[in-house]
Nanobody, 115 residues
Framework: QVQLVESGGGLVQPGGSLRLSCATA????????MGWYRQVPGKGRELVAH???????WYTDFVKGRFTISRDNSKKTVYMQMNSLIPEDTAVYYC?????????WGQGTQVTVSS
């Protein structure tokens, strides 16, 4: 059974940092690309960062230079380091292996950036 469990969110002040983690199970992790998405109320889920099975990364322009996606294949875990956070980053963050389809979203982790 595919499982995706996000963690690491919280309340931070503008300019602060968080590291999100996505622990996975139920599929051959090393063969799959992974993505981080975020969602605010009334909006769809936006792709924020992506990492291929070979480690090639992609970021939406809004977070380039501030966020870093990485993966640890031995731990079957995807990370996203978020620095220089701004209030517009406030959202629920989710991970997903896009080729597995949208049936496997985890519970998400809330990130709130506020002074």
């Amino acid at each position: 059974q595919v499982q995706l469990v996000e963690s690491g969110g919280g309340l931070v002040q503008p300019g602060g940092s968080l590291r999100l983690s996505c622990a996975t199970a139920g599929f051959i992790f090393t063969s799959y690309a992974m993505g981080w998405y975020r969602q605010v109320p009334g909006k769809g889920r936006e792709l924020v960062a992506h990492i291929s099975s070979g480690g090639t990364t992609w970021y939406t322009d809004f977070v380039k230079g501030r966020f870093t996606i990485s993966r640890d294949n031995s731990k079957k875990t995807v990370y996203m380091q978020m620095n220089s956070l701004i209030p517009e980053d406030t959202a629920v963050y989710y991970c997903l292996a896009p080729s597995l389809g949208t049936s496997y979203w985890g519970q998400g982790t809330q990130v709130t950036v506020s002074s």
